[in-house]
Structure formats: structure tokens, C-alpha cells
């Protein structure tokens, strides 16, 4: 079975406060995926990757950036924490090529005070 | 822009009880997924379909891809409580990421 790991299930933190969060997938997949998802809004990309040391910006890139160092990791890092960012923080991961099928992390949720 | 619509947005229904679920959008997709999610995770894949008019069986649910490729439904058959969660239709299109809908919240009452 695919597994996705997050580094937090919760974290809470200041205002102006960098964060990491990190996401590990254990099958070798080439695409990794970083989303929020918000009452009323759905899931929204912020950022992914289609292989290690790219990156493509989402849907919501502002206020976010991210690292792919290794193929199975990709961090999300909020350079300077607000409370709009406030929000469950989503990655997912998929094969690649045309197997658009993503597997989920179990979310990390953020509070920003 | 929002490309795939869900509906309803919420269900509330009890134990047995027959339901469908709808994603609808204007354009076509190679292919279309749903997800189920449960408070407090992430989603979970439930179906891939690929062909149009494709109908795909998973227990008691029953997924159906539409004819042109742009609409999809599931259907609950006789829903359990362990049924409760958000379903969320994903669709692919070209090298673009997944574009998801917002998602049914169903909450079935035992």
C-alpha cells in the first residue's frame, strides 16, 4: 500500500513564525502535491512537483514556497506565518505519466495565532 | 473558476436509505476519480473511470462515468453510517494537475 506521511497531525503557531511541513511517500512516485483545504472552499493546490528539484506553482502559491531535494519528500514552507494561513495543509502523491490517481497524507492542521 | 460542480453540497439521510450524488462539469476529462474523506484525514480513492458510460461497482456504491466524459454519479445503495463523510469527484485533463469539486458531505443517521 502507498503511505504518505506528515511530519504534524496539529501545529500551532505565532504570527510571522516560520514553518515547515514536511510530507514523505514510501512508492517511489514522481509527483507530489501540496494542498489546503478550507469550509466552503474545497481543496486548493497550492504547489506541486512533477520531479525532484521541481516545482510548479498552484492555484494559491502566494505566501508559500517548497523544496524537493529528495523524490520522496516535499516540504511546504511558510516563510512568514499569517492567520489567513491558518488551515488543514494537504500532500498527496501520484505515479506519474498518465496514472492521475493521487494518494492522501492524513493532513496536517494549522493554527496560526 | 470552478470546472466541476458537486451536488448536492450536503446530504443528511438515515440508515437504508437510497442516495445519489452528482459532478457535473462543462468540460471533458480523460478520466475522473472519487475520493472519500473522513473528519480529521485525508482522502481516500474509491474509483477511477475511464470510459464514457463506464459504470464501475464498489460494494454497495456505483459509480457511473457519463457518456461525453464531463459528468459522473454515485450511488449508495442501503447507506450505513460508516458511509458518513465527504465525497469528492477529482477530474484529469491533459498534463494539468487534478481539478477537484468541493465535495458532497453525507451524514447518514443510524
Known amino acids: 500500500d502507498v503511505k504518505v506521511t506528515q511530519s504534524s497531525r496539529y501545529l500551532v503557531k505565532r504570527t510571522g513564525e516560520k514553518v515547515f511541513l514536511e510530507c514523505v511517500q514510501d512508492m517511489d512516485h514522481e509527483n507530489m502535491f501540496w494542498y489546503r483545504q478550507d469550509p466552503g472552499l474545497g481543496l486548493r493546490l497550492i504547489y506541486f512537483?512533477?520531479?525532484?528539484?521541481?516545482?510548479e506553482k498552484g492555484d494559491i502559491p502566494e505566501g508559500y514556497s517548497v523544496s524537493r531535494e529528495k523524490k520522496e519528500r516535499f516540504s511546504l514552507i511558510l516563510e512568514s506565518a499569517s492567520t489567513n494561513q491558518t488551515s488543514m495543509y494537504l500532500c498527496a502523491s501520484s505515479l506519474g505519466g498518465k496514472n492521475y490517481e493521487q494518494y492522501f497524507g492524513p493532513g496536517t492542521r494549522l493554527t496560526v495565532t | 473558476t470552478q470546472l466541476l460542480e458537486q451536488s448536492p453540497q450536503f446530504l443528511s439521510i438515515q440508515e437504508g436509505e437510497n442516495l445519489t450524488v452528482y459532478c457535473n462539469s462543462s468540460?471533458?476529462?480523460?478520466?475522473l476519480q472519487w475520493y472519500r474523506q473522513e473528519p480529521g484525514e485525508g482522502p481516500v480513492l474509491l474509483v477511477t473511470?475511464?470510459?464514457?458510460?463506464e459504470v464501475k461497482k464498489l460494494k454497495r456504491l456505483t459509480f457511473q462515468f457519463g457518456d461525453a466524459r464531463k459528468d459522473s454519479s454515485l450511488h449508495i445503495t442501503a447507506a450505513q453510517p460508516g458511509d458518513t463523510g465527504l465525497y469528492l469527484c477529482?477530474?484529469?485533463?491533459?498534463?494539468?494537475?487534478?481539478?477537484f469539486g468541493k465535495g458532497t458531505r453525507l451524514s447518514v443517521i443510524a
Open positions: 477529482a477530474g484529469a485533463k491533459g498534463n494539468t494537475p487534478l481539478v
Open positions: 512537483s512533477y520531479d525532484v528539484k521541481m516545482k
Open positions: 468540460s471533458v476529462f480523460s478520466s
Open positions: 473511470v475511464v470510459t464514457g458510460g
